[in-house]
């Protein structure tokens, strides 16, 4: 099952040329750029792992596919993601979100029914590949 | 798009893509796109047809388009002699603008490695120079954005065992698409202390210069002397360099030259007089030791300016002209020690 987080995940991937022209267009916009990875892609996981710090100073998307690429070779079947973050409002908040790199293999998510008192039902989400200990997911 | 900002397309990348909200700047101006895969065009712009060009080639109409005629001519009002440098740069542009005519017809080459460095004595307009290249090889549609990033030894290497590599690497990050200026790079190298951490900088920087030549370039500057000794020990490092200016110095005419600009610059000028004199004081100061060309030019001015405003002080009691604010008179200049007998010169 394809994982669909963030901008342009129900498009197939971005190719290397289409991600940087997103990127400059980020920069353009003076947002800092980051990159983020995990093996744990459940939808309320927002915490992924940072891959290095925002990059603040950066002046073109060549320095940041740069980053990308070694954040792929590091973890080549990981989730990877690149975030831009806007200062402008006196915070730093998210103004794009997109995929750029997952696993060749994409097991997807199980739902889980407990059936409680009465007729309740809580449904949980899980991923399939969760159940493997860090690092052996995926 | 330039086809040295095409990447591979990743598997699984086949269809179309709403067009990138950034337009990319290079490869505009062609106005022919090289014919490649369409996967390396530009998102949502059309795949052009291979353009298959026959007849005879505008070379004078790419020229008038790349508006490359007027950077030259500012080069040439702005800066005073410099002749190699200036050549140098009319020969970068003129195989630029023939690339970019080989590219519409689907001549493929790879980017030409620009890594410069520049050298000669103080004050003959090493940084100067340098900040300007960074416009010009923008304007030449070289790199694609107008940054230099000026940087010295201590921005590049690091204090303590692992902390120079990622230092160099933040340096270069921030660089991308434009100039990196390295002043003073002979520093970088130190023979006398063989655990110096300059040359993983050096072995860094040789690294990108060599594999990212259309993201990057690399301008090292330095005196003469130790930069051929730099260059000695470190083969690769000149190998990499495509082109090693010189900077002459200047001559007494291109110095009073450089003096009636700079004195433009600051809303100033010479009386008639003072011009005469100031001839006679660059020529005095050249025989002197310290001499740094334009940066002693600037020095002398700067401190006639100073004399003129305490002469102007004081003779407060007389109304004050406009003419008077802004002429710097003979009287400004004679009173230099360059011209006092035997008075020790201030170096500088």
């Known amino acids: 099952m394809r994982l669909t987080q963030g901008t342009f995940s129900f498009l197939p991937d971005l190719t290397d040329e289409q991600i940087s022209s997103q990127i400059e267009y980020c920069l353009e916009k003076g947002w800092a750029v980051s990159i983020e990875y995990t093996d744990d892609p459940h939808p309320r996981n927002t915490y992924w792992e940072m891959f290095g710090l925002p990059m603040f100073d950066i002046k073109d998307a060549a320095a940041i596919l740069g980053e990308i690429r070694s954040c792929r070779r590091t973890f080549p079947r990981h989730y990877i993601k690149v975030n831009a973050l806007d200062s402008s409002l006196g915070r730093e908040s ?17 739902l889980v029914r407990q059936e409680g008192p009465g007729r309740t039902v809580r449904y949980t989400t899980r991923a399939y590949a969760a159940d493997r200990p860090e690092n052996q997911r995926y | 798009m330039d086809a040295a900002f095409t990447a591979k397309p990743r598997p699984g990348a086949a269809g179309p893509i709403p067009p990138g909200p950034a337009a990319p700047e ?9 014919p490649g895969p369409a996967a390396s065009a530009p998102p949502g712009a059309a795949a052009p047809e291979p353009a298959v060009v026959t007849g005879e ?39 630029l603008l023939v690339e970019k005519l080989r590219r519409s017809v689907g001549l493929e080459t790879g ?22 290249m960074a416009e010009i090889l923008h304007r030449l549609g070289y790199v694609r954005k107008v940054h230099l990033t000026a940087v010295t030894r201590d921005d590049l290497v690091g204090q303590y065992i692992g902390h120079t590599a990622p230092k160099t690497r933040e340096v270069l990050k921030r660089a991308m698409g434009g100039v990196l200026f390295i002043d003073e790079a002979y520093y970088l190298y130190r023979p006398e202390n063989e655990r110096d951490y300059g040359q993983e900088a050096i072995e860094i920087l040789l690294q990108v ?6 993201d990057l370039v690399v301008i090292l500057a330095g005196y003469k002397d130790r930069m051929d000794t730099f260059f000695r020990s470190n083969p690769g490092m000149s190998s990499r360099i495509a082109h090693h200016i010189d900077f002459p110095d200047y001559t007494p005419a291109e110095l009073l030259a450089i003096a009636r ?25 050249r025989e002197q030791p310290h001499f740094a060309n334009a940066r002693s030019v600037r020095n002398a001015l700067d401190r006639a300016r100073l004399r003129q405003a305490s002469r102007l002080f004081a003779a407060r009691g007389g109304g004050l002209a406009r003419e008077d604010l802004l002429t710097i008179d003979a009287a400004d200049i004679l009173a230099s020690r360059v011209f006092g007998a035997g008075a020790p010169e201030n170096p500088s």
């Open chain 1, 94 to 110: 998210l103004r794009l979100s997109f995929i750029v790199n997952r696993p060749e293999n994409e097991p997807g998510f199980g």
């Open chain 2, 26 to 34: 290079r490869g505009a101006a062609t106005g022919t796109a090289a």
């Open chain 2, 57 to 95: 080639l505008d070379l004078q109409a790419v020229f008038r388009d790349s508006h490359i005629g007027d950077v030259l001519d500012e080069l040439d009002t702005q800066l005073v002699g410099l002749v190699p440098v200036k050549s140098r740069i009319r020969d970068i542009a003129a195989l």
């Open chain 2, 111 to 132: 980017p030409p490695s620009l890594h410069m460095s520049f050298t000669g004595n103080p004050g003959t307009g090493k940084t100067t120079v340098a900040l300007r």
């Open chain 2, 209 to 214: 210069m060599e594999n990212q030549r259309e």
């Open chain 2, 261 to 285: 600009l700079m004195l433009a610059g600051m809303q100033y000028r010479f009386s008639e007089h003072a011009d005469e004199v100031f001839q006679a004081y660059i020529e005095r100061r």
